[in-house]
């Protein structure tokens, strides 16, 4: 089915049943009022290629299953204050929108389903709605940074799917440290709609180790706080709690025992720092809970998603 209409009418494919192909290549169509494009529940054997497309109103696509690809390559699609893009419970291979233009007007995405999604961040509108959006892969590979903007248009607000989603994309093509970007993300927003003790909580957990996903942050803390300790203790021997008891003082060994809470080297009982020492002693104490608390949480966090 091959067409290179020039319509002020709008088109209208709903419900159809096309064995083969769709041609809307370079079709111009305008209906500022309505659907430029009404193939909802179209059934298209092979590809829909709307490649060159210049739409002025609703393209809508809702309920669409092409067995192929369906192409908005190079396309142009308005609808300034409505929907210009609309492919909820949408199924196909592929999804390209290569060289289009910036879509101008709202792109819905509910429940659509691809393999694959061609599409530069830079096509997307202001709004969207990607709840239920389902894919394998985007191209073209971007980093996450470059992705997760999208996210944060959608006019439903934090979908956690659509993370989960995109994260599961960077998996799937082994860049783990993308997908932990994403999902480092996602905590981050959901935490804005916690009550604020459970905000303070996660800050805490973001600063110690970025929610379980930058481990290596939880290491450096201990590291710094090892070495602090050290140095203070080493220059400043405290006193033994019971003079001719114990073990030789070790700055490094007292330290790891304030800082560890489950393992005991013997060494916090036998001393006791006084004055600023002694507060010293007791940052270091806390900080190791801390520490431990948010790594604990935060290997909880990474078991279960796996």
Not at 233 to 257: C, Q, R, S, V, W
């Amino acid at each position: 089915m091959g067409t290179r209409p020039r319509d002020t009418g709008g088109i209208s494919l709903s419900t159809a049943h096309v064995e083969g192909a769709v041609d809307l290549e370079d079709a111009q169509v305008k209906n500022a009022n309505g659907d430029a494009l009404d193939a909802a529940r179209l059934t298209v054997g092979t590809v829909l290629n709307a490649g060159g497309l210049t739409a002025e109103g609703r393209v809508r696509l809702t309920g669409a299953k092409v067995a192929g690809w369906i192409s908005f390559i190079e396309a142009k699609l308005s609808n300034p204050g409505g929907v210009a893009l609309g492919i909820s419970s949408c199924e196909a291979t592929q999804l390209t929108l290569r060289d289009a233009q910036p879509v101008s007007g709202d792109v819905k995405m509910h429940y659509a389903s691809f393999k694959v999604i061609e599409a530069a961040p830079q096509v997307w509108p202001a709004t969207v709605r990607l709840e239920g959006l389902t894919y394998e892969a985007l191209t073209p590979r971007l980093p996450a940074a470059d992705r997760l903007v999208l996210l944060q248009r959608d006019a439903d607000g934090f979908v956690p799917h659509s993370y989960e989603q995109l994260a599961a994309s960077y998996r799937r093509v082994g860049d783990d440290a993308d997908a932990r970007t994403v999902q480092l993300a996602e905590q981050r927003r959901r935490r804005v709609a916690l009550p604020w003790y459970a905000r303070l909580w996660g800050y805490l957990q973001d600063a110690t180790l970025g929610y379980g996903f930058r481990p290596t942050r939880a290491g450096g803390r201990l590291l710094a706080l090892l070495l602090l300790g050290s140095v203070a203790y080493g220059m400043h021997h405290p006193p033994p709690a019971e003079h001719g008891k114990g073990p030789e003082f070790n700055a490094l060994i007292y330290t790891l025992d304030l800082l560890l809470p489950i393992i005991n080297f013997g060494q916090q009982s036998a001393f006791t720092p006084t004055g600023v020492y002694q507060w010293l002693s007791y940052l270091l104490i806390a900080a190791g809970w801390v520490l431990a608390t948010t790594v604990a949480a935060g290997i909880t966090r990474t078991l279960s998603r796996q």
